[in-house]
């Protein structure tokens, strides 16, 4: 009796387990991007991703912004930069509808998937 006890306390405790996990985890690579991520995509893929700057073959500062995953893994730095100090991109700066996207990306998560 206390060996089957023991058994349903552990299949218990591991459905709670399982039920609790995180399902944030993402995939840049497979997954669905999401609205918020792909309006601050377009805001990188305009302003940052462009020739001698972050893209191949020159990756300025080594970060080059052509995969959803570079950008999901850089983006406190992004908002950092772009719109918390405003040095980048080093020509002009972001509009504040730029800088509003970006936010509200960092802000639900900075996930591809929001």
């Not at 730095?77 to 972001?94: C, E, H, Q, Y």
């Amino acid at each position: 009796m206390k060996k089957l006890t023991y058994l349903i306390s552990i299949v218990i405790l591991m459905g709670i387990s399982f039920s609790c996990s995180k399902s944030e985890d993402s995939n840049p690579t497979t997954d669905t991007p999401g609205p918020k991520f792909l309006a601050a995509k377009s805001v990188i893929s305009s302003s940052c991703a462009l020739s001698g700057c972050h893209v191949s073959p020159s990756n300025t500062g080594g970060i080059n912004f052509e995969t959803n995953a570079t950008i999901v893994a850089n983006g406190s730095l992004i908002k950092s930069r772009a719109v918390d100090l405003g040095t980048m991109p080093p020509t002009v700066p972001l509009s504040a509808a730029a800088k509003t996207a970006i936010t509200d990306w960092i802000t639900a998560g900075g996930r591809l998937t929001d």
